[in-house]
């Protein structure tokens, strides 16, 4: 059987942002790489959006930018202006045709559908899949979107709306998001943090028929795509073992309280591609531990008051946006710590403290 030096296993966006990273700083010169992938081919299906607050490989995947935002609660809209850290959205599709052109360059890299078709004995592993054990105190940020195509003006392209809590909350954490493409075209998605367990808010298609009907007044749209997905708000314990490293979301990459992962790839791609000479003695790259720590106060508080998350979040947006997009993408530093922790309802957040 053959054997290769590195082994990725999943080549989803963490493992492909991985081989990407190796592959174009010269680091699989003189080294083999396999990539364990079961999929038969790439198409898109994942919209993936984030504040650039750092640079990264994929620029010219990037579907659309917004420098401005909104959030929503019953009869009250908060506009948020974010030039400095224009929201962007990668098309899949894209980065994994950009990805896979350029290791097809590489005879030094070979595909496989399963890892028993090689040798892992010597290899070092960087592994994105395992299974996630859950359990019904675990929370989830699911959702389903579906962009849709209307032979009308209808949105603002310039304004994306993060956050609609305007609708049932069904007591969870439950809101609307929306990125329009176009005046016509746009990302709708209905999204619940909860357990998983609660089949009554699943019914995502109706959700999203009755948001465009009675919130966004929208009755004749084609859909042209459709995506739905369950992210763990929780991580599994990453123990460091000698020849294996878990990179992406099985790797610790989620921001807890948000869901937000893809620019965490990135930066856990670029430190493994830094260390990769001395990789068996380098730290485990991780989120700041202060993150982990505020987020698991955030997701009990939200366990225990569903029903006041919206006013939450809302009033989070009372800090500067610079300081609210730094923390919710892990770059604060410790005045905007305090800042954002100042904006929180004291008495609910030391309660789960203690
Ligand atoms: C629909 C959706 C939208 C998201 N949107 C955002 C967003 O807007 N912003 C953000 O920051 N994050 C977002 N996320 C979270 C996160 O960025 C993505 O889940 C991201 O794809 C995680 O990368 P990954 O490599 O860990 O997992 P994946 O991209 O899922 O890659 C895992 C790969 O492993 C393969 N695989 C499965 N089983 C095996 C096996 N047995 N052996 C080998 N390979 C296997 C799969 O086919 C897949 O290609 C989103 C998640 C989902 C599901």
Redesign the pocket.
Known sequence: MKEFDYII?????????LAYELETHDKLKDKTLAI????NEYKR??????WKILSHNFEDCIRKSWDNFTINIPNHTKHIECKNTPYQ??D?GLFYQKIINTLKENNKIHFFK??NEINTQNSFIFN??SNIPDSKNNMWQH?S?IEIETNKDFFDEEIFNLMDFDCDQKDNVHFFYTLPYSKTKALIETTWVSDLNNPSIKDYDNQLKQYLENNLKIKNYKINFK?????PLFHKKNIKKLNQIE?????G???LS????????QEQSKYIRQNIANIKNTKIFSINKKYQFLDNIFLKVLKKNPNKMAQIFYKLFNCSPSTVINFLSSKSNIYEDVSIISKMPKKMFLKELF
């Not at 364990?36 to 999929?39: D, F, G, K, Y």
């Not at 995506?227 to 992210?231: K, L, N, Y």
């Not at 990179?247 to 790797?251: D, H, K, P, R």
């Open positions: 296993i999943g080549g989803g966006c963490a493992g492909l942002s364990i992938e079961p999929r299906d994942k919209t993936w959006s984030f959205t990668i899949s399963n890892i994105s899949v959702f979107g995506e739905t997905g369950a992210i990179i992406g979301t099985t790797g990459m989620t921001r948000t869901g937000y992962t893809f620019l965490n790839i």
